[in-house]
């Protein structure tokens, strides 16, 4: 690029960043991606990798980091980093944890039945629609129904069901990937227990989270994580908060938006049942040199019984913000 046209791109993203447009990807995330509409808001899923590609409002930006969707999975079953919102299931790790096809303890990669389906479509409706995945060498099967509801909020159930001959103790967990731009912001109050895979992740994530303001909520600036490898942290909030994660992103009519996703408030004991199984109710993994930024929430996990399910439903909302202030979190 010569020095005229650096000018010149320098200026039109100026430009855009002013007028508060977004230089994102385009709606459509995918040719064959399953989209819906309802008063100005939007979501697009790709049942082909089992995955959430979309949620925004009509005109951006897309609050759901994405990559590189005409990618096949890798033939292998290693894995295939989408980005969108994912559904996996906890516990990862430990006696409870993923399994590979012979039953041994595999914590990485995830099973690709459970990480990238495929899915089918087996409801729609016209603000709504079920994906359901395989069976997965767990003997757990997802579905999941996303509504949209208003102009600002939608919800997300994911249903684990036991379709093995023995029962089950997993739960829900939901990844969103952030872009290396954005920032997110944890509800983590006083008295939060805040944890890692280890020592060394919890001071790197700690390096970038903020003081808390007076309602608990705490930014992560992520441009700031500058170091190599991932870091894994855990965010377990006082009984009765709700258990909420949000990621900012720029772009769109009103010049920015907060994606808050909520889940109702855990008792004592299903956070300390989620800890000891190496988990926790709200999570962040950060690896910069990837990229690859997560934003997870975990529900309460659960025995299942054979031909049982258990179902946790995650609200989400927009929130107009041009800048990532959390004055304008509830």
């Known amino acids: 690029m010569d020095s005229r046209s650096a000018v010149r791109e320098t200026c039109l993203l100026t430009a855009l960043a002013l007028c508060g447009c977004t230089t994102g990807p385009d709606p459509v995330t995918h040719d064959a991606a399953l ?6 808001l939007a979501v697009e899923a790709l049942p082909s990798i089992d995955r959430l590609t979309y949620f925004g409002t009509t005109d951006g930006p897309n609050m759901l980091h994405v990559e590189s969707l ?25 006696p409870l944890g993923w399994t590979s096809a012979a039953g041994e303890p595999v914590a990485w990669p995830p099973d690709p039945l459970m ?18 995945g395989p069976v997965t060498l767990s003997g757990l099967q997802e579905s999941k129904t996303f509504t949209l509801i208003d102009n600002a909020t939608a919800s997300l159930s994911y249903t684990l069901r036991n379709q093995s001959a023995a029962p089950r103790i997993a739960g829900p967990w939901i990844n969103t990937s952030v872009e ?4 997110i912001a944890v509800r983590a109050p ?36 500058d170091w190599e490898g991932g870091a894994k942290v855990w ?9 909420e994660i949000a990621v900012w992103r ?27 199984a190496g988990e926790g109710p709200v999570a962040v993994y950060i690896q910069p040199d990837a990229p690859i930024i997560e934003a997870e929430l975990y529900a309460p996990l659960a025995t299942i019984p054979p031909n049982a ?20 979190l509830p």
């Open 35 to 40: 989209r819906l509409e309802h008063a100005g």
């Open 70 to 94: 005409e990618r096949a999975p890798a033939a292998d079953g290693s894995y295939t980093f989408f980005g969108g919102c994912y559904s996996w299931f906890s516990p990862q790790n430990g």
């Open 115 to 132: 990480d990238i389906g495929p899915a089918r479509v087996s409801g729609r409706a016209q603000r709504a629609f079920t994906l359901d």
């Open 180 to 183: 290396r731009q954005g920032v």
């Open 190 to 225: 006083e008295g939060s227990a805040i944890y890692g895979w280890d020592d060394t992740a919890t001071d790197r994530v700690r390096s970038i989270l903020a003081q808390p303001d007076a309602r608990g909520w705490s930014l992560l600036n992520l441009r700031d994580a």
């Open 235 to 243: 965010f377990a909030p006082p009984p009765g908060t709700p258990i």
């Open 250 to 276: 720029r772009g769109g009519r009103a010049g920015g938006y907060w994606l808050l996703r909520s889940l109702p408030p855990m008792s004592a004991e299903e956070t300390a049942a989620l800890r000891d």
């Open 309 to 328: 399910s258990h179902t946790a439903t995650e609200s989400w909302r927009l929130i107009s913000a041009r800048e990532p202030s959390t004055a304008v």
